[in-house]
């Protein structure tokens, strides 16, 4: 469990509708919220004089496939007038949608976009849930955690089509055959080493006839 608050302004934060937790970890203090009143806690956030947080500076995710809720929809905000931040986390599902934050911070848009690009999260009331980091035709979501390294399909310029098509996924050689060596471990030889390198001297040419030694 996380520690509780060790000060009044902690204290505050605690008492707000929808805050779960918040502590400090790693200098950095942190709040865990439901997403029931997630909108209302932000604009509380924002418009409150005692936090102030004016700006959402980021919007992330996080894959815990091993949780029954597993992702977390991170927010990061900046108090510019108190000079201070905050890292809002919630939890969700790969169904349940997550109140979108536009209303407070219209900028937020951008990257409620990416985060359901990259994870599949979905944002109620985001206006535009098309992709923006990946293509349109991509399939799935590349930053869970059970997202094939190789994708599921991959594209080329067909030259007799005259256009890029999709094909699944071949591999020509075996993928990521790693052999654990470090790579000063793997370079046996360096450049210069073959000046250190004694090489036997070569056979001199024989003697022509009647020659003088």
Same mark, same amino acid.
Request: charged residues 30%; hydrophobic residues 40%.
């Given at each position: 469990?996380?520690?509780?608050?060790? !000060?009044?302004?902690? /204290?505050?934060?605690?008492?707000?509708?929808?805050?779960?937790?918040?502590?400090? +970890? &790693?200098? *950095? =203090?942190?709040?865990?919220?439901?997403?029931?009143?997630?909108?209302?806690?932000?604009?509380?956030?924002?418009? !409150?004089?005692?936090? /102030?947080?004016?700006?959402?500076?980021?919007?992330?995710?996080?894959?815990?496939? +091993? &949780?029954? *809720? =597993?992702?977390?929809?991170?927010?990061?905000?900046?108090?510019?007038?108190?000079?201070?931040?905050?890292?809002?986390?919630?939890?969700?599902?790969?169904?349940?949608?997550?109140?979108?934050?536009?209303?407070?911070?219209?900028?937020?848009?951008?990257?409620?976009?990416?985060?359901?690009?990259?994870?599949?999260?979905?944002?109620?009331?985001?206006?535009?849930?098309?992709?923006?980091?990946?293509?349109?035709?991509?399939?799935?979501?590349?930053?869970?955690?059970?997202?094939?390294?190789?994708?599921?399909?991959?594209?080329?310029?067909?030259?007799?089509?005259?256009?890029?098509?999709?094909?699944?996924?071949?591999?020509?050689?075996?993928?990521?055959?790693?052999?654990?060596?470090?790579?000063?471990?793997?370079?046996?030889?360096?450049?210069?080493?073959?000046?250190?390198?004694?090489?036997?001297?070569?056979?001199?040419?024989?003697?022509?006839?009647?020659?003088?030694?």
């Amino acid at each position: 469990m996380p520690p509780p608050a060790v !000060d009044a302004f902690e /204290a505050a934060l605690g008492a707000l509708p929808g805050v779960a937790a918040v502590f400090m +970890e &790693r200098d *950095e =203090r942190i709040l865990l919220a439901g997403r029931d009143r997630l909108l209302d806690l932000m604009t509380t956030l924002r418009t !409150d004089p005692r936090f /102030a947080f004016e700006q959402c500076m980021d919007v992330c995710g996080v894959d815990w496939p +091993e &949780r029954a *809720e =597993r992702f977390d929809v991170v927010y990061n905000l900046l108090s510019v007038s108190r000079n201070d931040r905050l890292r809002v986390i919630v939890g969700t599902n790969e169904t349940t949608p997550v109140p979108s934050v536009t209303a407070v911070w219209p900028g937020t848009a951008w990257w409620e976009r990416e985060v359901f690009d990259l994870f599949g999260i979905t944002f109620d009331g985001l206006a535009d849930h098309r992709r923006i980091v990946t293509d349109y035709g991509f399939e799935g979501h590349p930053l869970r955690k059970d997202f094939p390294l190789t994708g599921h399909v991959e594209l080329r310029y067909d030259e007799d089509q005259k256009r890029v098509i999709y094909e699944p996924v071949a591999l020509t050689q075996e993928f990521r055959n790693f052999d654990f060596l470090s790579p000063w471990e793997a370079m046996t030889t360096l450049p210069g080493d073959e000046k250190a390198i004694r090489r036997p001297a070569e056979a001199e040419p024989a003697p022509k006839p009647g020659a003088k030694p």
